[in-house]
């Protein structure tokens, strides 16, 4: 059984910047990614970030040159940092975890980007 837990998500102005935590515990064999995905009101749920067991990331599209996946020193947890923040941003923000071809999520954390 694994479990995901995010934090770090909040009310925050355009161009700010937010960092989210996202804790795994449970029964890991071979964790093959973390990572982060979003989803907005009325829109399909899509890639953040992905940190890959050998240590490459891979990013989304509206991600690139803002936001930083990285591994945290507690083992099995992952943060993602966002920076120059948008109001197109705005979603809730769920930890992913693939182990063994089986997908995890967490419950999800807000984010929204206003003035």
């Known amino acids: 059984q694994v479990q995901l837990v995010e934090s770090g998500g909040g009310l925050v102005q355009p161009g700010g910047s937010l960092r989210l935590e996202c804790a795994a515990s449970?029964?890991?064999?071979?964790?093959?990614?973390m990572g982060w995905y979003r989803q907005a009101p009325g829109k399909q749920r899509e890639l953040v970030a992905r940190?890959?067991?050998?240590?490459?990331?891979v990013y989304g599209d509206s991600a690139k040159g803002r936001f930083v996946i990285s591994r945290g020193g507690v083992r099995n947890t992952v943060y993602l940092h966002m920076n120059a923040l948008k109001p197109e941003d705005t979603a809730v923000y769920y930890c992913?975890?693939?182990?063994?071809?089986?997908?995890?999520w967490g419950q999800g954390t807000q984010v929204t980007v206003s003035s």
């Open positions: 992913n975890l693939v182990q063994t071809s089986r997908m995890y």
């Open positions: 449970g029964s890991f064999f071979s964790i093959d990614s």
């Open positions: 940190l890959l067991s050998g240590g490459s990331t």
